[in-house]
């Protein structure tokens, strides 16, 4: 039979997991990032402490990238606290983890683990498996090679015969970079100090601090380096209003919902409706994808979606909420077998959907409610403020009296990290509620949100993490 404190520890846990999908470190529209690092700082702390191996587990759990850096750091720093049995799964899902999160930020968990100075056995060896794995360590040598110099010192890694094509000189690049290389990449590098031509010959990355100590204007430099950028670096441009970007239909198809919606949104208006038959068709083919097998087996779901002014996000995160709701709204389109999606502004063009006016969350819930749907979702950050506190009550009436057997499934997902409640606003104590990072994980996360609403304590929480972490040491990671 479940305790209190075994219901106390559940709602815990979901507490962290709910932040650590939410929290980015980033300024949102309410809150600033100090506030915010206080509030994950205190969470991390907590959950280490009281639940070391749910803590751990929660890496399986489709965290953010940089809260599983943090968990991979504070489980090697506190190695010596763990019983060995501990220690052998945190092993086995620290290793998993680094194989998920992209390149640049594990390198910055390496300078961090260094400048904390965690230099214990297991830390080096964890470093050294990954770097020794790595297929083209020569073309990181360039990109971050101030890291990997500082990560081969820490991890005491022997540098001769590692892959790659760079034939040996990595050693002679990170600690001789004057010599001449047979390697081209390290040679353009070094060119690239006084060769203003070599610049267009490195990657973006690297070229953008050479373009700028030989004063390249920046148009120019933008125009020439074109050829050399990623599809993910083309998007962050796009994103931070440095170019015009434009993808073909091959690329579109290429990138997972949510970076596809941000893409969409991030386009002129005008040129949205241009391209409105191009943009939806990648999109719902998008959708489709992550739907999977699950498409059209929702039955009637209605979504109301917040499309207010603070769904603009911060100067940080711009329309990072709108975003998530797009791609949602899509997402479950494929999902469901009948769909009635409600946003908040009244439109009907999800295509053309911009942040303006305020959160009125509690009539749009009613209307959902109205067509009895099987499930409603609602994506917001949480602020019912025309009238406020609307919603709370709308769903404690719906919940406690009209349907108390929960016939209708609601679930909130809210994309923003409140950091004055240590956690993701709720709309309502009978609602569960859940942070959302990325569209794509909707599913999964309406499933889990059944343990937020009370009634299920640590026992079967416990259970569907475990079988979670199961599934995921046994997958392939996506490759890179």
């Excluded at 469901?336 to 911009?354: I, M």
């Excluded at 993701?424 to 509620?433: D, E, I, K, N, Q």
């Excluded at 949100?449 to 993490?465: I, M, N, Q």
């Amino acid at each position: 039979m479940e305790t209190v404190a075994d219901l106390v520890a559940a709602e815990d846990v979901l507490l962290f997991v709910n932040a650590a999908v939410a929290a980015t470190g980033q300024d949102e529209f309410h809150t600033g990032r100090e506030a915010q690092a206080w509030s994950v700082d205190f969470l991390h702390e907590y959950m280490l402490v009281n639940y070391r191996d749910l803590y751990a587990a929660v890496l399986a759990l489709g965290i953010n990238d940089r809260n599983k850096a943090r968990i991979v750091l504070r489980l090697l720093q506190t190695g010596a606290d763990a019983t060995p049995a501990q220690r052998a799964v945190e092993g086995r899902l620290i290793r998993r983890a680094l194989r998920d999160l992209p390149v640049n930020r594990v390198y910055r968990l390496f300078t961090a683990l260094k400048q904390a100075k965690v230099n214990n056995r297991r830390t080096r060896a964890v470093m050294r498996e990954w770097l020794t794995a790595r297929t083209d360590l020569g073309f990181e040598a360039v990109k971050y090679r101030g890291a990997l110099k500082r990560a081969a010192l820490h991890a005491h890694l022997d540098l001769d015969g590692l892959p790659g094509d760079a034939e040996g000189e990595v050693a002679a690049f990170l600690f001789d970079p004057k010599r001449r290389f047979a390697t081209p990449l390290f040679e353009t590098w070094r060119r690239a100090h006084y060769e203003r031509a070599a610049v267009f010959e490195l990657p973006y990355t690297v070229a953008e601090g050479f373009a700028a100590r030989h004063r390249i204007p920046r148009a120019v430099f933008l125009e020439q380096i074109a050829p050399k950028l990623t599809r993910n670096e083309r998007l962050r441009l796009q994103r931070s209003g440095g170019a015009a970007v434009a993808l073909d239909a091959a690329a579109l198809g290429r990138m997972p919902l949510t970076r596809l919606a941000a893409y969409v949104l991030a386009i002129p208006e005008r040129e949205r409706e241009e391209r409105r038959e191009e943009l939806l068709g990648a999109l719902r083919a998008s959708a489709r994808k992550a739907a999977g097998d699950r498409a059209g087996t929702w039955g009637r779901v209605a979504a109301v979606l917040d499309d207010s002014y603070s769904a603009s996000g911060s100067t940080e995160k711009r329309r990072r909420p709108l975003v998530v709701a797009l791609a949602a709204h899509v997402l479950l389109d494929a999902l469901a077998g009948e769909y009635r999606p409600l946003w908040l502004s009244g439109s009907e063009d999800p295509l053309l959907v911009r942040a303006r006016g305020v959160t009125a969350l509690g009539e749009r819930i009613v209307d959902a409610l109205e067509t009895a749907p099987q499930t409603l979702v609602v994506v917001s950050d949480g602020w019912d403020n025309a009238p406020a506190s609307l919603a709370a009550e709308v769903l404690r009436v719906w919940t406690t009296r009209l349907d108390p057997e929960r016939r209708t499934a609601i679930v909130h997902l809210n994309p923003v990290f409140d950091a004055d409640g240590i956690g993701v606003r709720r709309l309502a104590p009978s609602v569960p509620t859940a942070g959302v990072r990325d569209a794509e994980d909707l599913p999964e996360l309406v499933a889990f949100a059944r343990f937020d609403d009370g009634r299920v304590g640590l026992a079967e929480l416990r259970a569907a993490v475990d079988a979670r972490v199961t599934r995921w040491l046994e997958e392939e990671p996506w490759a890179a």
